[in-house]
């Protein structure tokens, strides 16, 4: 027995010297360090806190929570946090059921009646893992002629929910971010609770956990220690106006103490349970099997995976309205990093630096290491044939090859591009942070691209922006109305170029990709493929891009001699 014992306490030590060695002793110092770009007297800042071993070790705050008064971030100060409010949304559903009042695979329909004319049914996990089948509402509401300043009250969203119901894919069958889901949610578990979601969750989850500095903002309210949020213009800021109106989904503000005790719940649940924690980590569900556990994968919660050196990272980040939240967590380790700040840009990276402090010693030590990759040389002259401009049909974008010192490279946007490094006379490896290869086929007509990420392969077709078919453009003018937006678009023809031309938005120009397709030159105007008759005579166009089910355009009818001088 005495040997056992002896044994017992040599794997304790053995066990807390390797937690030791994993977790270094970090000082305030060196966390100061990694946001000292943010330590001024004249600029908005962020704040930090710092979850270690289930302990609020560190919180802090740096530069200005508001510039005209000149009042520095603290400890108290209250940030919005958009998005990552939802996880509080799922840990109410969760509470729910466990409880026994709602079961997380119920058709949402048997609570809200007035979805009820939807063909499919939509459950609540469905909601929750963005795969309801309904439009991200951003996007349709932009599309609609809404314009980001206009009051959008909820009766309006349900409206436009109900319009798309003849027009939404199988439930279940694909992965599409909509707040117009979480919107539907929180009405839920009001109806369920029987008082205000955001009464519900303030009482049952941030009252018991401690979250004193968590203030929804419901009605405009005065909300003490805001900080104001700001946009960058040049060397100085602008205010950014929060209107509630903006968005569909509750307003929440809090600090990173707060949210370093929602971390701590996760870790050890006190007003959950560890099923309800398991089944919020677990990873979402698209056509009845779970995702892929690869970067930015999408969990229950709302979160996200990345392999972070090696381990095992997960993340919720906002950047909206101003303000930049991350909340990270490393499950492994039981450490959590929260960073908030209000300058208006991404601030993540800060908040994974400081992470890193504490486990840097279990990381891999090499990351960007490229690999030493089996090449085979080609001339310029053979590069060549690679070159041009390629249509990505699945993502709706456009990529361009090109050499640049004898090297061919892959460009997405200014600034954003890849080596392509050969393996063959015709396939290729990326130099990015994912695995991904290359392959053309210079026989096709016109010649392909293929670009293979993991399991997923894109098909990009070769393009000519003065084709032949590009030259009468006229046929493509008239007015097309699509019914699951309610409105109409019209297209003409203006020094030489295709418009798309609504009375509540900006003209869009339409620049031509392959034979009857077209790119908007504005956000969410990617595919314009325009579609026609037996008699090749136009009849309407699909508008594709993400965060929508693919929306018909049907053109109106015109005459019978219009419709021959357009063929």
Known sequence: MKKLVTIFLCLVFVTSFSQEVKKRKIT?????????????????????????????????????????????????????????????????????????????KDDIRKYMPNLMPFPNPISIT???????????????????????????????????????????????????????????????????????????????????????NSVFDTEGEVIANKAQGYFPMGDSFNNSTMNRHHTLLSDLYTTVGDMCLWAKELRAPQIGTEEMVKKFNKLSVVNGEEVEEAN?????????????????????????????????????????????GN????????????????????????????????????????????????????????????????????????????????????????LTWQDVSVSFDTKANPKTMEVTVGRDTFHLIKYDTNASWTKNLNRFTGTYYAEALDTSYSLIVEEGKLKLIHPRLEPIQLDPRTPDLFTGNRRYFSSIAFERDSNAIITGFQLATDGIEDIWFQKEAISHESLIKTK
């Open 28 to 104: 305030p110092s060196q966390i100061d360090a990694v946001f000292s770009q943010w330590d001024t007297q004249n600029k908005p800042g962020i704040a930090v806190g710092v979850l270690n071993d289930g302990e609020i070790v560190y919180t802090k705050g740096y530069g200005l929570a508001n510039l005209e008064h000149k009042v520095p971030i603290n400890t108290e100060t209250k940030f919005h946090i958009g998005d990552l409010a939802k996880e509080f949304t799922v840990y109410a559903l969760l509470l729910l059921e466990e409880r026994g009042q709602l079961s997380l």
């Open 126 to 212: 469905q909601l929750i893992h963005h795969t309801s089948g309904l439009n991200n509402d951003e996007v349709s509401k932009a599309l609609a002629g809404w314009k980001i300043e206009d009051v959008y009250t909820r009766e309006q969203a349900y409206a436009m929910i109900r319009n798309q119901k003849k027009f939404a894919p199988n439930s279940g069958s694909v992965q599409r971010f909509s707040d117009a889901g979480f919107m539907i949610l929180e009405d839920l578990i009001a109806k369920i609770s029987k008082m205000p979601y955001t009464d519900f969750v303030t009482k049952q989850i941030f009252a018991p956990l401690g979250m004193r």
């Open 296 to 340: 930015l994968a999408l969990y229950t919660g709302g979160h996200r995976y990345w392999n972070y050196r090696g381990a095992k990272k997960l993340t919720h980040i906002e950047v909206a309205g101003g303000y930049a939240s991350k909340l990270i967590r490393y499950p492994d380790y039981d450490l959590a990093v929260v960073v908030m």
């Open 343 to 430: 300058d208006g840009e991404y601030n993540g990276y800060a908040g994974t630096g400081a992470s890193a402090l504490y486990i840097e010693d279990f990381l891999d030590s090499n990351p960007n290491e490229s690999e030493k990759i089996a090449s085979k040389k080609l001339s310029k002259k053979q590069l060549s044939t690679f070159e041009g401009d390629y249509w990505d049909v699945a993502n709706h974008s456009t990529r361009k090859i090109h050499i640049t010192n004898d090297t061919l490279r892959y460009f997405r946007t200014s600034g954003n591009e890849s080596a392509l490094v050969p393996l063959s006379n015709n396939s290729f490896k990326m």
